[in-house]
Nanobody, 115 residues
Framework: QVQLVESGGGLVHSGGSLRLSCAASGFTFNNYAVGWHRQGPGKERELVATISAAGTYNYYADFVKGRFTITRDNAKNTVYLQMSSLKPEDTAVYYC????????WGQGTQVTVSL
């Protein structure tokens, strides 16, 4: 059974940090680039960061550059998103996405940043 399970979300004060995890199972994770996306209240889903299958290439949206870091551990079938200097506008449900044929999505984890 294919699964992507996000964890690590929660409530944090502005300026704080969180680390999200995305654990994969049921498919050849090492063959997939992975992206983190988010959807804030009343907003469309947007891409936050991606990492290539081997972990050698990263992409970051401008609004998280210098604050968020995406990494992966293929031995653990897990991708991480380290989030620092969090802002209230980072409040969203964060989803991981294994990009391929087919795409796989997790169920999301809520991140709430308070003032």
């Amino acid at each position: 059974q294919v699964q992507l399970v996000e964890s690590g979300g929660g409530l944090v004060h502005s300026g704080g940090s969180l680390r999200l995890s995305c654990a994969a199972s049921g498919f050849t994770f090492n063959n997939y680039a992975v992206g983190w996306h988010r959807q804030g209240p009343g907003k469309e889903r947007e891409l936050v960061a991606t990492i290539s299958a081997a972990g050698t290439y990263n992409y970051y949206a401008d609004f998280v550059k210098g604050r968020f870091t995406i990494t992966r551990d293929n031995a653990k079938n897990t991708v991480y998103l380290q989030m620092s200097s969090l802002k209230p506008e980072d409040t969203a449900v964060y989803y991981c996405n294994a990009k391929g044929e087919p795409d796989y999505w997790g169920q999301g984890t809520q991140v709430t940043v308070s003032l």
